[in-house]
């Protein structure tokens, strides 16, 4: 039988091997790669013609954030006439539970693609995972049966039967499996039985929905996640179970790691040796995503320490929800008009010269808020919190993070990738007076910038629940 979704690995150019503090290779095994995600749906036949047009995805790359199934300030109209965005979108089913475990959604008569507006010969690769990695704080109360969900009626909790029957109705093209991801301090985890009843919840949970989910007939690719956290042991004890349930090769399409629940004293270089343990041992030919991973250099680190392939794209959205248009550039900037802004990352359509200045957000971009509207127009419309500023704001910030993984996989074929890699992370990550690393493209510290949303007026928001704990590690 044919699968549906295939990944092909391609070798980048050697001089893209990730080296050490001393320039040697790290390894003899190559992290950092290059891969064709190519994923084919069912046939759909109609009184004139027959469908199988493949979705094709060059890696690494993101899946389009979405929030109950829609992009942040893009109706579908707009998201649809964006350039070249990559055709996958993640789609994170809590939005969709209420007041029962299995959402009334179900009951629509299609799949959830035509559900959220999408023409049935004209669908993005629609990835379903249960859980908004946004969110960084959760009161879950998971128990060896069930998993919980946050709603506005209070917990909701679903089963492993419960997630099949949703998984049957809504049809996605890839389901992440359910995993019980640990929501704790860093030093709450070296304990161990937070993160051993993690292990075994996540093992009890796929079981049941891989028994009751047998007899379905279209069944979606499955991404499993691997889990244990800081514990090698537990960890090992994840991959083992992953090998015993893929022990054909052919029941799992890929592999996630979620480690954002993790917070306080814990860096990104630690997750990604986590992360790099876990996949080294797995099937080398399965695509690898990791949830709760964003930000420009957490995805240039994490392509070269632990070749992940996919990521999510929640980043442009918190640039955004700050009134903020990105101008991160990935390689030499000697050649950028304006070096200051670059080397900021960003640039605040809020502040007050602004309102004089009648170039593009950004010269030279060729997206649509910067062809055809001005910082001084976008300026206007924050101060009249006008809902067209995000709009536009967001076409140019999801753009501008398409060109970052254009150019990461361009230097991955050329060759260029570490020499890029080194001057990128050289300009967006400094030295701290504490001696830490400091990340100038942080995502939490983003969001802290800004104590007023050009949406919500609100000075709390999802992303900064833990803004405290987080950013004194960070900033």
């Known amino acids: 039988m044919t699968k549906a979704l295939t990944f092909t690995v391609q070798n980048p150019q050697p001089s893209n091997l990730s080296t050490g503090s001393n320039g040697d290779s790290q390894s003899p095994k190559q992290k950092c790669r290059l891969g064709q995600l190519e994923f084919t749906p069912p046939t759909t036949t109609t009184a004139t013609t027959t469908d199988t047009t493949k979705i094709s995805l ?19 109209e707009v998201a649809s006439h964006l350039e070249s965005m990559p055709p996958a979108i993640r789609v994170n089913l809590e939005g969709f539970v209420k007041d029962r475990e299995i959402p009334v959604s179900t009951e629509y008569p299609g799949k959830l693609h035509q559900f959220l507006g999408y023409p049935e010969n004209n669908s993005p690769l629609l990835l379903l995972d249960i859980y908004d990695p946004v969110i960084l704080e959760r009161n879950i109360k998971p128990n060896s049966k069930s998993l919980g969900v946050d709603t506005e009626g209070g917990l909701q909790r679903i089963t492993g039967k419960g997630l099949a029957k949703i998984v049957e109705k809504y049809r996605p093209d890839i389901f992440v499996l359910p995993a019980d991801y640990v929501f704790s301090k860093i030093e709450e985890l070296y304990e161990g039985k937070r993160v051993k009843k993690s292990v075994e919840r996540t093992k009890n949970w796929i079981t049941e929905y891989m028994d009751t989910s047998l007899s379905q007939s279209q069944k979606p690719a499955l991404f499993v996640p691997l889990t244990g956290a800081p514990n090698e042991t537990l960890r090992e004890a994840s991959v083992n179970f992953v090998k015993e349930l893929d022990a054909d090769g052919n029941v799992i399409d890929g592999y996630v790691i979620s480690e954002y629940g993790i917070v306080g004293g814990y860096p990104l270089e630690k997750k990604l040796d986590m992360a790099w343990s876990s996949f080294s041992s797995l099937d080398q030919n399965k695509p690898r995503y990791m949830v709760g ?14 070749g992940i392939d996919l990521f999510d794209a929640t980043y442009p959205y918190a640039v955004t929800e700050q009134g903020f248009a990105s101008t991160y550039v990935f390689g030499d900037i000697s050649v950028e008009s304006r070096k200051d802004e670059t080397l ?46 995000t709009v ?24 260029s990738f570490n020499e890029k890699k080194c001057a990128f992370l050289k300009n967006y990550v400094k030295q701290g007076e504490d001696g830490n690393a400091k990340y100038l493209l942080n995502e939490l510290i983003l969001l802290q910038s ?11 928001k999802k992303f900064g629940r833990r803004l405290s704990e987080d950013s004194a590690t960070t900033a």
Request: charged letters at 10%.
């Open 392 to 415: 536009l704001l967001q076409i140019h910030n999801i753009h501008w993070y398409n060109n970052l993984f254009k150019a990461v996989r361009s230097s991955l074929k050329d060759g």
């Open 293 to 306: 991973v964003s930000s420009p250099h957490d995805v240039v680190m994490s392509v070269d320490s632990a």
């Open 450 to 460: 800004q104590t007023i949303s050009p949406t919500t007026k609100a000075g709390y």
């Open 344 to 389: 900021k990352g960003h640039i605040s359509l809020w502040e007050t010269p602004m309102f004089g200045d009648f170039g593009p957000l950004v010269p030279g971009c060729t997206c649509f808020a910067c062809q055809r509207h001005t910082r001084s127009y976008v300026h206007h419309l924050l101060m009249t919190h006008e809902m067209l500023a």
């Open 58 to 76: 060059e890696t690494p790359n993101f899946f389009q954030y979405t929030i109950q199934g829609l992009q942040p300030h893009l109706v579908p």
